[in-house]
């Protein structure tokens, strides 16, 4: 012990040899134990009919002496180098007041069993049959209490045996750092921890971890702060059918619901500090250490703490600092903690930080990962005009969040709205880098208006330019509410699927094309009914494909799925989207699970004709009269006069900027749906800005009126021009 009062301990389980180093507290053995001494011969036992009763005080018999002096081994000695096997779990202990009643038992077999025996021992230690129960250094094998710790004599029913050897605690800390190991977050870790420390090595536990946890080589700026992170102790109530009986309750109840301090500041220079800076665990009973626990516990705690070596105080060390401490306590009426039960403190210690330190960032990565594929898709859909939609993701695994499926609905000019998904090859962070660059491009190339072809082969250029082998399918489909059509174009993607209002579900004919990534090739595209009332089904492969089905057995269960879940709401009546969706997650197996999946559903509502108006302008200076009279005569017969006002202020003042700068037609257009909504077209490209006019100028007013009026309005930009829209409330 040196002078602070902390006593150090080596933290290998051989006993430390003369001349060896100590060796570190946190890996495993670094010295090599001496090499072991061969057994001495045991003598023969003499035979009794040859010696006649020694008198008091005499020396044995001398023909026995003899025949020990001459005697050889019946047999070859056992190897003694050679392993013990270590069991899997934890060394049962037995109940100690069974084996005081039942006595040693009689090997038999044994010749001379009887008469090995002390002469003179008396009472019950002569009839115990134990040998040196009555020797000179049987009192030394004692504690305080006069319990015996090599036996467990003396010890209450139901309390646990201690360890007798360093095979028991070889045998302990296997088995314990086992379980420890078995944890893959933060709390499992702790909990493996508290439970394979408690009854077996201690009463009761409290584990403390830095609050926050540094990750991987992030270095703190703030002060040390622990934190109570969990507590664990033997219940005060056994269940007498497995063994254990209720034991006695101390004088001061240690009481872990008392522990009032659950944040405890650690200052520099203080005892603590200087406890955890030592990294190797300590007993509490010395000054310097018993400072140190009241710091840790605080001023107010309740907790009381046994007297002797029955507290040790461990810190918790990961790779780089300390991350916590651990505290084991033993209660009066069990036998104290030895000197070597330190190096399996300091083994659980180094086995728990270590593994909290690779949970921290592994829940880390994690968090980055989730972060990731969230923000690669889309947080909310789209509410376009003419078409609901309703989707799905689901990871491979809750281990492997990412992956590179994606969907998305961008909405386009003229109130469509293009529908997306895509399959990246893998489902690794790689593959989600790659499809949050392909859907940033599918929704640039969605943004110029371009048909479904052209988008796919842009990206399949945008593919090579990140690797060569950067692959992908993807299906890109684009739905006009008004015209009641569905233009597809396939890129190696699974076929889409299309549920009939009759409840009738097929597979649409979709040229597959090769997938992105491939370069030199074309793609086709097919343009489609799409039935008011009819559902589209878009998907990745994961769905459909696994290794216990192909990918088209995949898409007949699909099929058959869909027509399965539409009669269940009736031929008038589709199924609700959301209850659709999960109607066909359902189909999964429990070994379909080999990809992550995107789903997307769109529900075709559609524009009636009736609640559509459009008409043709040309570019004169009468132009943005006739709208006015146009848009008018369109309100009234929708019923929805108390707009005219409004509107014919609004659609005079846009089309009076496209007239101005247009040299073709400007197209003119009213949706009533629920909103009031209107477009106006021209072949200019350039968008309008929103601009503050200054009281000289005579115009730059019509958008800024536009803003304050509409609920709201947007530029979209064509092939062709340019698309000015703005959204009035219908009441």
Not at 215 to 242: C, Q
Not at 318 to 328: K, Y
Not at 698 to 722: D, F, H, I, Q
Request: proline share 11%; hydrophobic share 40%.
């Amino acid at each position: 012990m040196d002078a602070t009062g902390v006593t150090e301990q080596p933290t290998s389980f051989e006993r430390t040899q003369s001349g060896a180093e100590p060796t570190d507290a946190r890996g495993s053995l670094l010295g090599t134990p001496e090499p072991a001494q061969a057994l001495p011969l045991q003598p023969r036992p003499a035979d009794p009919s040859l010696c006649a009763p020694a008198a008091p005080g005499e020396p044995p018999c001398p023909a026995g002496r003899a025949a020990a002096e001459h005697a050889q081994p019946a047999a070859a000695e056992p190897d003694p180098h050679r392993p013990r096997p270590v069991p899997e779990g934890i060394p049962a202990q037995p109940d100690a007041a069974s084996r005081v009643a039942a006595g040693p038992a009689e090997a038999p077999g044994v010749p001379g069993a009887q008469d090995r025996r002390v002469p003179g021992a008396s009472g019950a230690a002569g009839a115990s049959g134990t040998p040196g129960a009555s020797e000179p250094d049987a009192p030394e094998r004692r504690d305080a209490d006069g319990q015996e710790r090599r036996s467990g004599r003396g010890l209450p029913a139901g309390r646990p045996l201690p360890m007798r050897r360093h095979g028991d605690r070889l045998r302990f800390v296997g088995a314990a750092t086992r379980r420890i190991a078995r944890g893959m977050d933060l709390d499992e870790i702790v909990l493996g921890l508290c439970r394979a420390t408690v009854p077996t090595f201690s009463d009761a536990i409290l584990v403390y971890l830095r609050e926050p946890l540094p990750v991987g080589d992030e270095r703190p700026v703030g002060p040390l702060v622990l934190r109570l992170r969990r507590t664990d102790r033997i219940p005060a109530e056994r269940d007498p059918e497995i063994g254990f009986t209720p034991a006695p309750a101390p004088e001061q109840p240690a009481e872990l619901s008392q522990v009032t301090n659950e944040l405890c500041e650690v200052e520099p220079g203080s005892a603590l500090g200087e406890v955890l800076r030592g990294v190797r665990p300590v007993f509490t009973d010395a000054p310097h250490a018993r400072s140190a626990l009241g710091e840790l516990l605080g001023p107010d705690s309740g907790l009381a703490v046994p007297d002797g070596q029955r507290t040790i105080l461990a810190p918790l060390r990961g790779r780089r600092r300390v991350i916590g401490a651990a505290l084991f306590l033993r209660l009066p009426e069990r036998p104290a903690f030895e000197p070597d039960d330190l190096l399996v403190a300091a083994q659980l210690a180094t086995h728990s930080a270590l593994g909290i330190d690779k949970a921290v960032l592994y829940g880390r990565e994690a968090y980055i990962a989730d972060e990731l594929q969230r923000t690669m898709l889309p947080e909310t859909l789209p509410r376009p005009t003419g078409v609901r939609l309703a989707s799905r993701y689901l990871p491979a695994a809750e281990t492997a969040r990412v992956g590179g499926d994606w969907y998305d609905a961008i909405p386009l000019p003229g109130s469509r709205v293009a529908l997306v998904v895509g399959d990246v090859m893998g489902h690794s962070m790689t593959s989600a880098a790659i499809m949050g660059q392909l859907r940033t491009t599918a929704q640039t190339l969605a943004g110029l208006d371009l048909p479904p072809q052209e988008v796919l082969h842009h990206l399949d250029e945008q593919a090579q330019r990140l690797g060569t082998d950067r692959m992908a399918t993807c299906l890109y489909a684009v739905y006009d509410p008004v015209a009641h059509r569905i233009t597809i174009a396939n890129a190696g993607h699974p076929p889409p699927l299309l549920l009939h209002v009759g409840g009738r579900a097929e597979v649409l004919r979709v040229p597959a094309g090769a997938p992105i990534g491939v370069g030199g090739v074309d793609f086709e595209a097919v343009e489609l009914e799409a039935p008011a009332g009819a559902t589209l089904l878009l998907y990745t492969d994961g769905l459909v494909e696994s290794r216990l089905r192909d990918v088209w057995t995949g898409i007949e269960q699909l099929r058959e799925k869909l027509q399965a879940t539409a009669r269940l709401t009736g031929p008038d009546h589709p199924p609700p989207l959301e209850a659709l969706c999960d109607e066909v997650l359902d189909m999964l197996g429990p070994g379909d699970r080999d990809d992550d999946i995107a789903l997307l559903a769109a529900r075709f509502d559609g524009i009636a004709p009736s609640d559509v108006a459009y008409w043709v302008l040309e570019p004169e200076v009468s132009a943005p009269g006739r709208a006015r009279r146009l848009a008018r005569r369109a309100l009234d017969r929708w019923g929805l006069e108390d707009l005219s006002d409004s509107v014919e202020l609004l659609v005079s003042e846009v089309v009076t900027n496209a007239v101005r700068y247009a040299s073709r037609p400007v197209t003119l257009r009213l949706l009533r749906t629920n909103v009031l909504r209107c477009e106006v077209g021209d072949d200019v490209p350039q968008l309008p800005r929103l601009r503050q006019a200054r009281a000289t100028d005579e115009g730059g007013r019509g958008l800024y009126l536009v803003n304050r009026l509409a609920r709201r309005w947007g530029a979209t930009r064509l092939s062709t021009g340019k698309v000015v829209w703005f959204e009035l409330n219908r009441n």
